[in-house]
């Protein structure tokens, strides 16, 4: 089924709205910049961060990245596709005039060989207007396979070439991926989906690369992005028919009973603050899309977690429960269809939680074309059983009426 186009702007403008929310949700407290940042060693790279850095993506003005540097965050994460190099040409904007040895620069490539790999770093070293890039990471790499040889080699040769200092990995998929970076023995790095709806499930992957001096920074902190959740229900009340046994299937199952929206969090700190205490994790991505977020964020640094900020999350776990995937894996190849539950979840959570509809857009078009062309609506039934309480059915169809 292929969405007519007054029913994609009807889905689109739904992801406009929360942002509103967000701005008036946050805490008051005027902002006292710390006195001293707690700076963490990066594992064997040795390099000083500050724990909480800028997750650069959806930061859309270089004056953040200077406030950023003001304050002390010395940890920038952008990519060369996020925005067609548009995130890195800003992140060199924002930088201007600061010591290249004051702050650290990643950025990332999703090459799938060696010669993307290093044509990716040729333009993102122009892009970032350097001659070394601190860390270059392959991005989004949640199966062994694809971190082959090649690519590891790849990052043993741009090193000795000097244009990066060290190398590694992202990762949604820790668990799978632990082993096969801990053996790879040349990755200096890892970031990876952390954030506290996981509870303690990644645990046993970060001891595992901590004790292999593996530096670890975790994204997607804040899991669903201090509230950026549209109505949902609003928004599949007019959903056309799936096309199962009796003119419904699994799409009018769905459409049936899916709870009220969770409304837009408070206060996006204690998130924050959950991950901090982990102190095998280096430093932290949060987006930043202004100085307020960045000051609110840095706030994480001088506030104790309490009693009341466990009672807050696990509230909101059980909130976003419905809506939300912890990218925990566990479903990977319950569909018989070959559906990439998880990555598709999560393409739609870039839409969704993230207001980031191109990039949902763009991770969707990259999708094999089979994959693609899979309507859940289309089954009588799902056979996905998530642990989590994501409705998976109704989470898929969503994705592919927005952007399929
Ligand atoms: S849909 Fe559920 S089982 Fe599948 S990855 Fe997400 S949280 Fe895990
Ligand atoms: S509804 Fe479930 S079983 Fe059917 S294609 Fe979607 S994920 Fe697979």
């Given at each position: 089924m292929k969405p007519d186009s007054s029913r994609r702007n009807f889905l689109r403008v739904g992801l406009t709205l929360p942002a509103i929310g967000l701005a008036g949700s946050r805490p008051g407290a005027a902002f006292q910049p710390p006195s001293s940042i707690p700076y963490r060693t990066l594992g064997k790279t040795g390099l000083k961060v500050c724990p909480v850095g800028v997750g650069v993506g959806f930061t859309p003005d270089p004056s953040v990245i200077a406030r950023a540097v003001d304050l002390g965050i010395n940890y920038f994460d952008t990519a060369n596709d996020y925005s067609n190099g548009n995130s890195e040409r800003l992140l060199t904007t924002g930088l201007k005039g600061v010591p290249r040895d004051k702050v650290i620069v990643v950025s990332k490539t999703p090459a799938k060989t060696r010669g993307v790999f290093m044509a990716d770093l040729e333009d993102s070293l122009k892009n970032l207007a350097t001659d070394r890039i601190d860390i270059w990471l392959l991005h989004a790499k949640s199966k062994p396979e694809e971190v082959p040889d090649e690519l590891l080699e790849a990052g043993n040769e741009a090193k000795k070439q000097g244009k990066i200092r060290f190398f590694g990995v992202s990762t949604h998929d820790l668990d799978l991926m632990a082993d096969h970076f801990v053996k790879a023995g040349n990755i200096d790095a890892v970031t990876f989906t952390y954030n506290f709806t996981m509870g303690t499930g990644r645990e046993a992957a970060i001891a595992k690369l901590s004790k292999a001096g593996i530096g670890l920074t975790a994204m997607k902190v804040m899991a669903a992005n201090g509230g950026v959740l549209p109505d949902f229900s609003a928004m599949t009340a007019g959903r056309a028919p799936g096309r199962g046994p009796g003119g419904g299937g699994v799409g009018a199952q769905a459409r049936g009973g899916m709870p009220p929206r969770?409304?837009?969090?408070?206060?996006?700190?204690p998130a924050l603050k959950w991950v901090l205490?982990?102190?095998?994790v280096a430093t932290t991505i949060p987006g930043v899309r202004d100085i307020e977020m960045l000051e609110m964020n840095l706030r994480a640094l001088s506030e104790k977690f309490t009693a009341e900020d466990e009672r807050l999350l696990s509230a909101r776990s059980e909130e976003i429960r419905p809506y939300y995937c912890r990218m925990c894996y566990s479903c990977r190849g319950q569909c018989p269809k070959g559906m990439p539950v998880p990555d598709q979840l999560r393409i739609l959570a870039y839409a969704d939680f993230y207001g980031d509809f191109p990039l949902a857009q763009r991770s969707f078009s990259a999708l094999?074309?089979?994959?693609?062309?899979?309507?859940?609506?289309?089954?009588?039934?799902?056979?996905?059983?998530?642990?989590n309480g994501v409705r998976v059915a109704d989470r898929l169809i969503r994705a592919q009426e927005l952007l399929a």
């Open positions: 969770p409304a837009a969090i408070k206060n996006p700190l205490r982990n102190p095998t094999p074309k089979e994959v693609r062309a899979l309507r859940c609506g289309d089954c009588s039934e799902c056979s996905v059983r998530c642990p």
